[in-house]
Structures are given as C-alpha cells and as structure tokens.
T-cell receptor, first 112, second 113 residues
Framework: GESVGLHLPTLSVQEGDNSIINCAYS??????FIWYKQESGKGPQFIID?????DKRQGQRVTVLLNKTVKHLSLQIAATQPGDSAVYFC???????????FGGGTRVLVKP | DTAVSQTPKYLVTQMGNDKSIKCEQN?????MYWYKQDSKKFLKIMFS???????INETVPNRFSPKSPDKAHLNLHINSLELGDSAVYFC????????????FGPGTRLTVL
C-alpha cells in the first residue's frame, strides 16, 4: 500500500550548518512530492515541490532531491537559521491522484 | 489578508456534544480539504470538496459531516463527540486539485473532555 515515512524524528542542527531531512515512500506510481514546514501553533506551510520527471529542484536556501530508484526524497536547507526550527513533512500524491499522503514529520531544532 | 481562515481556534467541549468548525478561503480556489492531525503530529486527510461536491471521504465516521455552501467555504460538523476526536483539525484549499499547492489554515484545536 501507499506509505510515506521519515528516517529521523528529530534533527538538531547548529545555526549556520546545512540540514538534510529524509523521506522514504513506497508507492512507485507517485508522481508528485511536496515538503511542508509546520511551526508551532500554525498550519503546514508549503516549502517546495517536485514532480517525478525531475530529480532536483532548488528554491531559496532549499533543495529537494528525488531518487525514484530507491524511492527516496530529501530536503536540504542551506545555512540553517533559528527560524527554520519547525516540523517538516513530506507528502506524496500517489497512484489514486486525488489526495496527498503525509509522512510522519521530522522536528528540526536549530541550536544557536 | 488571511488566505485560509478557520474558526474557532480552540474548542473545548464535553463528550456527546455536537460542534462545528468553519473554514473560509479567499484565494478563489475550487478545492477544499479537511485534515486531522493527532497528538503525534500525523496528518491525515478526511474530506475534500471540489466546487461544492464531495470528492474524498476517507473512511471517516459518519458523525463527521462536511458541508460546502459555496466553493469558498467548507464547514465541518461533528455529532456526538468522543474523546478520540481530540486533535487539531486543519482546513486547506488548492486551485483545482491535490496536485496543486495546498494552502492550510491555522488549525482548530479540539479538546473533548
């Protein structure tokens, strides 16, 4: 069945370092992937997305990498800042095409 | 300007009561969603509506009844509240479907005592 998961539940990062958040998915038919950021007490906020015809996409300080061979998705945050402290979710739009399935979330803690 | 808004922000109620959560989006989107986030932060879709029509009903108990009076509003009514309904409920919207970016509201924290 479909599943989206994260390897690390909590990631502690020194301010200024780069962060990498990983996500595995099991549905090889998934063709659209998204990363969301959720700050405490707020709703998830879109960060970046990628379609299955790409393996890399860059935004402002963020890069998403997609490896379809091993069904792995990662989010890289460059020069992590205190404002990056949040829970990060990956999500996929799978074979059914009519809904997003969210992973369990990774908490990123930025140490000053 | 708030894109997706929900009311109330917090809702505390007794078991067995009936309550409603309202959602409005001013983005001109056609599709709206309700998600439930449990205490472990797991987010799961409950319903989606496209232009007032139900598209997804994810095996949600029929005590939960969404209503979309127009495409800018999607309300959630819950009958006979149970302890297990305690969670944060998020409304979201997207331009036409789930492969468009979904914009989430601030959430409604429901606590059932």
């Amino acid at each position: 069945g479909e599943s989206v998961g994260l390897h690390l539940p909590t990631l502690s990062v020194q301010e200024g370092d780069n962060s990498i958040i990983n996500c595995a998915y099991s549905n090889s038919a998934s063709d659209y992937f998204i990363w969301y950021k959720q700050e405490s007490g707020k709703g998830p906020q879109f960060i970046i997305d990628i379609r299955s015809n790409m393996d890399k996409r860059q935004g402002q300080r963020v890069t998403v990498l997609l490896n379809k061979t091993v069904k792995h998705l990662s989010l890289q945050i460059a020069a992590t800042q205190p404002g990056d402290s949040a829970v990060y979710f990956c999500a996929e739009n799978g074979a059914a095409g009519n809904k997003l399935t969210f992973g369990g979330g990774t908490r990123v803690l930025v140490k000053p | 300007d708030t894109a997706v808004s929900q009311t109330p922000k917090y809702l505390v109620t007794q078991m067995g009561n009936d309550k409603s959560i309202k959602c409005e989006q001013n983005l001109g989107h056609d599709t709206m969603y309700w998600y439930k986030q449990d205490s472990k932060k797991f987010l799961k879709i409950m319903f989606s509506y496209n232009n007032k029509e139900l598209i997804i009903n994810e095996t949600v108990p029929n005590r939960f009844s969404p209503k979309s009076p127009d495409k800018a509003h999607l309300n959630l009514h819950i009958n006979s509240l149970e302890l297990g309904d305690s969670a944060v409920y998020f409304c979201a919207s997207s331009y036409s479907g789930p492969k468009d970016t979904q914009y989430f509201g601030p959430g409604t924290r429901l606590t059932v005592l």
